[in-house]
């Protein structure tokens, strides 16, 4: 996962699904 908030747990689950 590659994204500019990289340190959320929340936002790496959104961005996967």
Do not use: K, R
């Amino acid at each position: 996962y590659l994204g500019p908030t990289a340190d959320s747990t929340m936002d790496q689950t959104f961005a996967n699904n």
